[in-house]
């Protein structure tokens, strides 16, 4: 009897010991990964994407449309999107209305949308179409609504860098979202009025448009849902201090969210 005990339990031992057969094994269940999600981006609004070029250039894509927006600062800048099917330009400084830019890229789909004073600058540059705009003119393009807002100086000037009635903002409707792009402009009433504004595109380069505490002010009254600031090269090569801009929004306007953007990058060789 007592050796009957030992063996069975040496016998218990070894069986507990024992590996999983191969049969077990594939019955346990495997270890499932976990993929990461990917990373919302930031300049996506909706089906809208905000491409931020060059200075006071930017480029809009949603679905089957690309929209320029004063392209500036070489063509190579814009070898990566689709030939655009509208064009948008503020006035005729150089650093909006850029001739240069405009002969290297595919033009033979777009329409213009510009005020007068562009319009008859860019007479020789042929597009698949033009439409003039003057201030509170509106047009609906490719299935975008356009509508051409006051940009101008204060105070109201003819010889202003801006004079008041020859150029534009705009107010850009592409998939229920609405863009408003300054261009080049001080904190006018106009622009201080704007409603329902989701994203926004605010200057502040001096001795031209605004200052940074002008631009805060003003976007802190019309509080558009996500402000980026743009434009910000002064005179001589500066840059407007865009950090202070968002420390004063997020006192006055604590609900805007600021994005900054680095928009002097240096453009791709050919």
């Known amino acids: 009897m007592r050796v009957f005990t030992l063996l ?40 809208v994407t905000v491409h931020p070029i060059y200075h006071g250039s930017v480029v809009l894509e949603a679905a089957g ?52 004073a562009v319009m008859e600058g860019l007479e020789d540059v042929e597009f698949g179409g033009k439409v003039s705009l003057a201030n509170g003119e509106s047009e609906r393009v490719h299935s975008v609504g356009v509508e051409a807002v006051p940009a101008y100086n204060l105070p109201k000037a003819e010889d202003g860098f801006h004079p008041y009635g020859k150029f534009n903002s705009y107010l850009v409707t592409v998939d229920n979202q609405r863009f408003y792009f300054s261009g080049d402009t001080e904190d006018i009433e106009e622009m201080r009025a704007l409603e329902n504004v989701d994203v926004a595109f605010i200057c502040m380069n001096q001795p031209y448009t605004m200052t940074v505490e002008q631009a805060a002010d003003a976007v802190a009254d019309f509080k558009p849902r996500v402000v980026y600031p743009y434009h910000y090269r002064n005179q001589g090569g500066t840059k407007s201090d865009v950090e202070k801009f968002a420390a004063i929004l997020s006192e006055s306007a604590p609900t805007v969210d600021v994005r900054l953007r680095e928009w002097y990058t240096e453009a791709e060789s050919k």
């Open 65 to 116: 449309k690309t929209i320029f927006v004063d392209p500036h600062g070489g063509a190579e800048r814009y070898k990566d999107f689709a030939a655009p099917q509208l064009v948008l330009i503020t006035h005729t400084h150089g650093d909006h209305m850029d001739k240069e830019t405009l002969a290297g890229i595919d033009l033979s789909g777009a329409t213009l949308v510009a005020p007068a």
């Open 8 to 47: 069975l339990l040496t016998l218990m031992l070894c069986t507990c010991g024992e590996r999983p057969t191969e049969s077990q094994t594939e019955e346990m269940p495997a270890t499932t990964e976990v993929e990461e999600a990917p990373e919302a981006n930031d300049d996506a609004f909706g089906d």
